[in-house]
């Protein structure tokens, strides 16, 4: 069972992303501040659950939380300050959307640039250990997966219902046939 809180007082915004991996869309993350003794019998980490259950407990998630925000940084503006960078800021944003101001943010991960003056607790599998952080993920996914089941109508060549932009073997083998679309990330070296 996942835990309610890092702290006993303190606001908490968990944060995380989603996309960081893919060849083609953006990146995306969410922020979400959840009550303190929020409890969910399945909710964990995105990857771990179904495309069912994440859409069940997204509906569930922007029910019960006290506040929540998605945002994302474009493949154009990933190509320019790396995906590293982007993902920072697309955590920014969702922060910056919040419409209540946390004390504490709870980062999946190992990294994260300060965000104002708030402190920050980075947790390796963070999205495996805190309810806000699984919260965050689950947003983050429902969003940009659906975001690239719309664009593979645009672009069906390229399996991106499926895949989501991913660099599998058969989005790659896309690329080397059609080309890149303007979805791709250049920078990165699948795409060249």
């Keep these: 069972m996942l835990k309610s809180a890092f702290t006993a007082d303190l606001v908490e915004a968990g944060c995380d992303e989603v996309g960081r991996g893919c060849l083609a869309g953006p990146v995306v993350a969410a922020a979400v501040i959840l009550p303190k003794a929020f409890t969910h019998p399945i909710l964990t980490d995105s990857k771990r659950l179904s495309a069912e259950q994440r859409s069940q407990l997204a509906v569930e998630i922007k029910q019960q939380a006290l506040a ?89 060549q390229y399996g991106w219902e499926r895949n989501v932009g991913y660099p599998t073997p058969a989005h790659r083998k896309a690329i080397q046939q059609y080309s890149i679309t303007p979805w791709h990330r250049r920078s990165f070296a699948g795409c060249k």
């Design 68 to 156: 929540y925000a998605v945002a994302e940084v474009s493949n154009q503006q990933i190509d320019e300050i790396n995906i590293l960078n982007a993902s920072f800021l697309a955590m920014h944003r969702a922060l910056d959307a919040l419409t209540l101001p946390p004390q504490l943010v709870l980062v999946d991960g190992n990294r994260f640039q300060p965000y104002s003056s708030i402190p920050h607790q980075c947790i390796v599998k963070g999205d495996q250990q805190y309810f806000s952080i699984a919260a965050a993920s689950v947003l983050a996914k429902t969003y940009r997966d659906t975001l690239m089941q719309h664009l593979a109508q645009e672009y069906p």
